[in-house]
């Protein structure tokens, strides 16, 4: 139901920007978000956008990163900016979701993954 897309390698300093996008016949999406999980690490989460678009960012991507969606086309979208090497990880989109005739239910995206050299 989500797919998530934009992923690559890029230099420190660089941008690069993710899509989500949630298909499916008329799904509703409610809060979605972006997760992510370095080698080792737990998966984090990196900022979220409620439906309205209140956003709530990681401290580690505060004034670097901007999440936004489309309602329409039901699409997220995070904007990388002043990319670190530390951002290197798998990025994963998540979202509530609700399929026409369906249930509310809390999906992921298969993973992009994000590498920033030094």
């Known amino acids: 139901q989500l797919q998530a897309s934009g992923g690559g390698l890029v230099q420190a300093g660089g941008s690069l920007r993710l899509s989500c996008a949630a298909s499916?016949?008329?799904?509703?999406?409610?809060?979605m978000a972006w997760y992510r999980q370095a080698p080792g690490n737990h998966r984090e989460l990196v900022a979220r956008?409620?439906?309205?678009?209140?956003?709530t960012y990681a401290d580690s991507v505060k004034g670097r990163f901007t999440i936004s969606r489309d309602n329409a086309e039901n699409t997220m979208y995070l904007q990388m900016s002043t990319l670190e090497p530390g951002d290197t990880a798998v990025y994963y989109c998540?979202?509530?979701?609700?399929?026409?005739?369906?249930?509310?239910?809390?999906?992921w995206g298969e993973g992009t993954q994000v590498t920033v050299s030094s």
């Open positions: 998540n979202a509530d979701v609700r399929p026409s005739g369906g249930t509310w239910n809390n999906a």
């Open positions: 499916g016949s008329l799904i509703s999406v409610n809060n």
């Open positions: 956008i409620t439906s309205v678009g209140v956003t």
